[in-house]
C-alpha cells in the first residue's frame, strides 16, 4: 500500500517560553506539571482559526543560571479540521496566537519586566519541519495579553520543506 506523502498525517507544535530569572541553579532535567491546559492558535490568510490544544501536561526547567523555560505540546483541538487534509493547507497560515496570562500567573513562572523569548517548532507527520527560535516579545506582552506573530513566510514553503526532509532521510 502506498502512502501519501501530501497528506497532513499528524501534526504537533512544540513551544517554549524562556524568561529571564535571577539567579539560580540550572536543573539537570525538567520537571513535568500536570492537570493544566493550554491553547493556542494558528490564522490562516482567510482569518479561519485553528486551534491547538496541550493534554494537560506541561514541562518546567531552570536551563541556565538566568533563564527558566515552560514548554508545551500542542496538538490539534479539532483533529478532521486538520488531519487528511493536504499539506498544502498550511501554507496558508498567516498567524500563531498565544495567551499565557492566565497560565503563568497560575504556576508562578514570573517573567519580570524583561523580555522573553518564543520558541516554535513544527513537527509534520513526525518530520521537524518548521523551526522558529528566539522570537523576542517585548516585557508583558506574552505574560500579560495575546501575543500574536506573523508566521506567514515560513508557513508559506511547508509544503517544500517537508518534501525536502523526507527527500534528505531517504
Not at 520543506?161 to 532521510?169: F, M, N, P, T, V
Amino acid at each position: 500500500m502506498e502512502r501519501r506523502t501530501d497528506i497532513i498525517q499528524s501534526l504537533e507544535l512544540r513551544v517554549s517560553v524562556d524568561a529571564v530569572t535571577p539567579v539560580s541553579n540550572p536543573e539537570p532535567q525538567a520537571a513535568t506539571g500536570a492537570g493544566l491546559s493550554s491553547v493556542v492558535a494558528l490564522f490562516s490568510n482567510q482569518g479561519v482559526r485553528f486551534r491547538f490544544v496541550t493534554d494537560f501536561m506541561f514541562s518546567e526547567q531552570q536551563v541556565t543560571p538566568t533563564v527558566k523555560r515552560v514548554s508545551f505540546v500542542y496538538k490539534p483541538e479539532s483533529p478532521n479540521q486538520i488531519l487528511g487534509q493536504r499539506i498544502g493547507l498550511l501554507a496558508n497560515m498567516k498567524t500563531f496566537a498565544c495567551k499565557y496570562s492566565d497560565f503563568f500567573r497560575t504556576i508562578h513562572f514570573e517573567t519580570g519586566h524583561q523580555p522573553i523569548k518564543l520558541n516554535i517548532v513544527v513537527i509534520l507527520n513526525g518530520v521537524e519541519t518548521i523551526v522558529i527560535p528566539n522570537r523576542m516579545a517585548a516585557a508583558g506582552v506574552i505574560a500579560n495579553g495575546q501575543a500574536q506573530m506573523d508566521v506567514g513566510e515560513l508557513f508559506r514553503l511547508i509544503d517544500q520543506k517537508y518534501a525536502q526532509k523526507i527527500k534528505e532521510a531517504h
